[in-house]
């Protein structure tokens, strides 16, 4: 178990609709990252967090937003939603020193599936 | 698995035996490289990582290597378990920021009895 926890596990919606992935991170990590598995683009990063501020942005479209609470979860907005967006979308924390390489630890993901 | 592609290269080992996963890295500025797992269902798991001013580092019965000559990490399992079979990835970063990680395409390895 990374410590990770991401909520829900499955959601299934319509096009056109709006989804909010929700993360907590590991005790103790103040940095959160998105990241879209997706069967034919694999483990795209879209968005970092530290400490309640945006830090980086990936492949992030402008129909997504995340944003970090004062508690340090996470939660990520998927609006207007297209067949194209089904993925796993994964949240992952880090403790994250600025300029310091630190391992991101995974949650198991929230399954997107949009009909 | 959950993972990535229609076309995942795989690696089919007998158990006991060592297996080796081979990554090429595409960035010669990276200086921070993961290995992960991937199960079926689940999230990324790390395994271990390395820092570019090292060329090995061992964990318990895996072992990285990184060549940085010809920018290509491995990664050796030793006496390769069922526990083992699932998706691996390779992660380079490029300075100090994480959200710099990138991704490789994954090696599935299958442990046959």
């Known amino acids: 178990d990374s410590g990770v926890t991401q909520t829900p596990k499955h959601l299934i919606t319509a096009t056109g609709q709006r989804v909010t992935l929700r993360c907590s991170p590991r005790s103790g990590d103040l940095s959160v990252y998105w990241y879209q598995q997706s069967l034919d683009q694999g483990l795209q990063f879209l968005i970092q967090y530290y400490n309640g501020e945006e830090r980086a942005k990936g492949n992030i479209l402008e129909r997504f937003s995340a944003q970090q609470f004062p508690d340090l979860h996470s939660e990520l907005n998927l609006s207007s939603l297209e067949l194209g967006d089904s993925a796993l979308y994964f949240c992952a924390s880090s403790v994250m020193a600025v300029r310091a390489n630190s391992p991101l630890h995974f949650g198991n993901g929230t399954r997107l599936t949009v009909t | 698995g959950e993972s990535v592609g229609l076309h995942l290269p795989t690696l089919s080992v007998q158990e006991g035996d060592n297996s080796i996963i081979n990554c090429a890295y595409s960035?010669?500025?990276?200086?921070?490289f993961i290995w992960y797992k991937q199960e079926s269902g689940k999230g990324p798991q790390f395994i271990i990582d390395i820092r570019s001013n090292m060329d090995k580092r061992q964990g318990q019965r895996v072992t990285v290597l990184l060549n940085k000559t010809v920018k290509h990490l491995s990664l050796q399992i030793a006496a390769t378990q069922p526990g083992d079979s699932a998706v691996y990835f390779c992660?380079?970063?490029?300075?100090?920021?994480?959200?710099?990680?990138?991704f490789g395409t994954g090696t599935r390895l299958q442990v046959t009895l």
């Open positions: 992660a380079e970063n490029k300075g100090g920021t994480a959200s710099k990680l990138t």
């Open positions: 960035n010669s500025a990276s200086d921070y």
